[in-house]
Structures are given as C-alpha cells and as structure tokens.
C-alpha cells in the first residue's frame, strides 16, 4: 500500500471565483447523497412543525417564529469540515 497523505488548505488565503463553480443539482447527487438529503429536509420540516400548535378550538396557530436552517461555515465550525 502507498503511504497516505493529509493535506489541508486555507481556503481564506485563496483567491475564490463563484463564476468558476459549477453547480450541482439534485440529479448529480449519488442515491446515499440523494437519501441524506432527503432526511435532513424531513428533519428541518419537523423542526418547523414544531413552530405550530392548535387550539381548543383546532385552529392551526403560528406559536414562535420558524427556525432558521443552519449552516455550517469554515468561519464558524473549521473542524467540522476538515
């Protein structure tokens, strides 16, 4: 086996062109990545849900505002991404 190697990159010191990005669509993604995306936008609308209660008299009420989705960044989480 060859030897393995770590290499990180400090995307703050890279000159980062969005015109250069391709972007991906639902159709690219893999059948796991598909899935995995699919649960977490199930997990965000249960989340949301729960934003809402009834009434006595079963009316549908907004009690609190609906989270935001959050995201994590190189700025905010580093080690999360490495």
Do not use: H, W
């Amino acid at each position: 086996m060859g030897q393995r190697f770590n290499i990180k990159i400090n995307i703050s010191n890279t000159d980062f062109d969005l015109e250069n990005v391709i972007p991906v669509t639902e159709a690219n993604l893999k059948d796991e990545q598909e899935q995995a995306m699919a649960k977490a936008m199930e997990d965000y609308k249960q989340l949301c849900l729960k934003s809402f209660s009834t009434n006595r008299s079963g009316e549908v009420i907004q009690k609190e505002a609906l989270p935001m989705p959050r995201q994590i960044t190189f700025e905010s989480n580093p080690g999360k991404l490495q």
